[in-house]
């Protein structure tokens, strides 16, 4: 089911931000109620941001594993239902819930749900053990990073051997993960029977503390400390004298296409298992990369490397058939990383917040999109389409409403309506701009710690007239679909 094969429009929400009781939203009762709402509106696609389990600022872009699920996302609810959970425990906290849900399954569970967990086990075996094991050890070692642990248990497969020391703590790790999957498998159904499409992210590299990196240290710019070598970011550039420097180990590309590149024909295949549509973070560093050694302060001192380019795709291709992905390709984009999407026919991102600097030739500005492209006003990365405008200088701010003067004159809406309107087959609108909030919920700042990811909607602001705006425009503009 992939929704760029028809002309439609989704919205750009992350489950956390859902409404609900709990200290976030959940993939169960609060997803549910936000897919009723998507196909009230005439909505074809659910956006969101990687769905892994985060480090203690929560962002998404920084997990634990690239293949786990984060188990904050778990709806209590649902377990209550499903006859695991006592109605007296679901109000205590996650870890006592999940705790004591897997104690109701080992005793009340049938025979079809308890093939389920081992088949589960089975199927995700590759990358779950070590998770598991990575995060029994992490707990016991007070949540630090691998890096920081006894060296038997910094190094994975000595870690391997004492297994049995964790063995109660990796159980529940793995339950855990079983209904995290299951639910999620039932999100999916449940978005499918109303024709909505989930369409997920994968940030092109893992946390330096993640399980990724522990079990497979050989792949990554990691040396036999577990000490970083290398680490990724970005040059500078108009705006940033000094780059940036985002910190994660970069891949070793040799020793990845030595092995047919397995590792990531696992990762797309957990996440084709998880979304119908993927958009690929930092598309450009496949082509070519910038390397910063760990001891340098500042991205000053990188240099561009030789990606996987066409070798990567090209294997994913052969053993995945088609790659529903669309192209994070913002910022300054060489002819080299534009000729590695169109190969394969990779959709780019257009964003209408930046269509209004320089001329006519602008690539956001609607005349200049595509069809096998995507549209949004905004990403999570950007304030949200009020907050953007008021942030402009009345020069500015006049040369957006000249602009828009065929649409809708009031900002966001006029945004959202010119988004609707391009040739994009896939126009996409943050849930903060259908609801015209300002900049207090802006999801991402980036390179801002402590303010993000935060964002949540309150129940009430899912409400019939949004719902019914957004039909108006999706039904107008010849983007509603009832098939996918």
């Known amino acids: 089911m ?21 200290d976030c939203g959940n993939i169960g009762v609060d997803a549910r109620r936000f897919v009723d709402f998507l196909q009230s509106a005439g909505m074809s696609v659910w956006q969101m941001l990687p769905l892994g389990p985060t480090h203690a600022d929560h962002s998404p872009y920084q997990c634990l594993s690239a293949h786990a699920g984060n188990t904050r996302l778990i709806c209590i609810e649902d377990l209550v ?120 992210d994968m940030p092109i590299y893992v946390a330096h503390d993640s399980a990724d990196a522990w079990s497979s240290p050989e792949l990554f710019t990691i040396d036999d400390r577990g000490q970083l070598e290398m680490v990724a970011g970005v040059p500078p550039d108009y705006f940033s004298q000094t780059g940036q420097r985002w910190g994660n180990p970069l891949f070793r590309w040799q020793a990845l296409e030595d092995t047919d590149y397995q590792w990531w024909v696992e990762r797309f295949t957990t996440q084709l298992g998880l979304f119908d549509l993927i958009r690929l973070d930092h598309f450009r560093g496949f082509e070519k990369f910038w390397e910063i050694p760990a001891a340098a302060e500042t991205a000053v001192d990188g240099r561009w490397v030789e990606g996987p380019g066409n070798k990567l795709f090209d294997r994913l291709l052969s053993v995945l058939g088609e790659l529903p992905v669309v192209a994070e390709d913002l910022g300054i984009i060489t002819p080299e990383v534009e000729a590695l999407r169109q190969a394969y026919d990779f959709p780019g991102m257009k964003i209408l917040q930046f269509a209004f600097d320089g001329g006519e030739d602008n690539p956001y500005l609607p005349q200049n999109h595509d069809s096998g492209s995507v549209v949004y006003t905004g990403t999570h990365d950007n304030d949200t389409t009020l907050g953007w405008f008021r942030g402009l200088d009345e020069a500015a701010q006049g040369h957006v409403r000249e602009y828009l003067t065929a649409y809708a004159n009031e900002i966001p809406w006029s945004l959202i309506e010119l988004a609707m309107d391009s040739i994009a087959k896939l126009a996409i609108i943050p849930m903060q701009d259908v609801l015209s909030l300002d900049t207090g919920a802006r999801m991402n700042t980036p390179g801002t710690l402590g303010n993000n990811w935060q964002w949540r909607l309150q129940a009430g602001q899912l409400d019939a007239d949004s719902a019914a705006r957004l039909h108006g425009l999706v039904a107008h503009y010849q983007r509603l679909c009832t098939r996918l």
């Open 2 to 22: 992939n929704p760029l094969h028809n002309r439609c429009a989704g919205i750009l929400l992350h489950p956390t931000s859902l409404p609900g009781s709990r």
């Open 81 to 200: 239902t499903a006859g695991w959970l006592d109605q007296s425990v679901a109000g205590t906290s996650l870890q006592t819930c999940l705790g004591a849900a897997r104690e109701g399954f080992e005793a009340r569970a049938g025979q079809a749900d308890r093939e389920a967990y081992r088949r589960f086990r089975a199927e995700h075996h590759h990358w779950l053990d070590d998770y598991a094991l990575y995060a029994a050890i992490r707990q016991s070692q007070d949540h630090q990073p691998w890096y920081t642990w006894p060296d038997r248990l910094r190094n994975c497969p000595q870690a391997r051997a004492a297994q049995h020391e964790y063995a109660a703590l990796t159980e529940q790790v793995c339950f855990d993960q079983f209904l995290f999957f299951r639910q999620w498998q039932a999100l999916r159904d449940y978005a499918r029977e109303r024709a909505v499409a989930l369409f997920g």
